[in-house]
């Protein structure tokens, strides 16, 4: 299996912050990456796919970046409704891993 | 709108069974994978495995192989996770997501997802 590390696993921001997020995968996934963001009580949501490509509707201020196994996601100017936890998920190869969250909370 | 609508919450005692569901609906049932994704309480989020509804074709995690089944009606565009004998730890909610583009390859990521089963296991 890909192993997927998240860093930081949790990070206090301010409104208005820039912040990075970053997914290690144990081996290369050719930017096979996946970006989510998850809410208490709600289901997860797509951001991000392809390592850069941004989901259509998703606020331009999220993006990625990265390669072979070294991947970002930014959001260049926290807003309120950001604070929530991200997930990168590989999906080069089955099983495709999650990494284990980065818990994003207002400073 | 693509839509995938999951079955209720569910209560159970260790070692019954039970299968809960994901209709999909918007979209073309047959030609998207589906997957399924354990989140444990308080927990990050763990693939279990994808199902291809054209021909039930199957990957399931090594972490999740032989504890669940994965399968799809075709004729009501719904896929079904279902447990033989339940426990404890499999107290959880559990997510449906389709994958986000059209292709019988099984790489690709998830969206849109459902809004969850939570399952209960308790004596």
């Known amino acids: 299996d890909i192993q997927m590390t998240q860093s930081p696993s949790s990070l206090s921001a301010s409104v208005g912050d820039r912040v990075t997020i970053t997914c290690r995968a144990s081996?290369?996934?050719?930017?096979?990456l996946a970006w989510y963001q998850q809410k208490p009580g709600k289901a997860p949501n797509l951001l991000l796919y392809?390592?850069?490509r941004l989901k259509s509707g998703v606020p331009s201020r999220f993006s990625g970046s990265g390669s072979g196994t070294d991947y970002t996601l930014t959001i260049s100017s926290l807003q309120p409704e950001d604070f929530a936890t991200y997930y990168c998920?590989?999906?080069?190869?089955?099983?495709?891993?999650f990494g284990q969250g980065t818990k994003l909370e207002i400073k | 709108e693509v839509q995938l609508v999951q079955s209720g919450a569910e209560v159970k005692k260790p070692g019954q069974s039970l299968k809960i569901s994901c209709q999909g609906s918007?979209?073309?049932?047959?030609?998207?994978?589906i997957g399924w994704v354990r989140q444990m309480p308080g927990k990050g989020l763990e693939w279990m495995g994808i199902?291809?509804?054209?021909?039930?074709?199957?990957r399931y995690s090594p972490s999740f192989q032989g504890q669940v089944t994965m399968s799809v009606d075709k004729s009501i565009s719904t896929a079904y996770l279902q447990w033989s004998s339940l426990k404890a730890s499999d107290t959880a909610m559990y997510y449906c997501?389709?994958?986000?583009?059209?292709?019988?390859?099984?790489?690709?990521?998830?969206?849109?997802w459902g809004q969850g089963t939570l399952v209960t296991v308790s004596s």
């Open positions: 081996q290369g996934i050719s930017n096979s």
């Open positions: 199902i291809y509804p054209g021909d039930s074709d199957t």
């Open positions: 997501a389709r994958h986000g583009t059209y292709s019988n390859s099984p790489t690709n990521w998830f969206d849109p």
């Open positions: 918007g979209y073309s049932f047959t030609s998207y994978w």
């Open positions: 392809a390592a850069s």
């Open positions: 998920q590989q999906y080069y190869s089955t099983p495709h891993t």
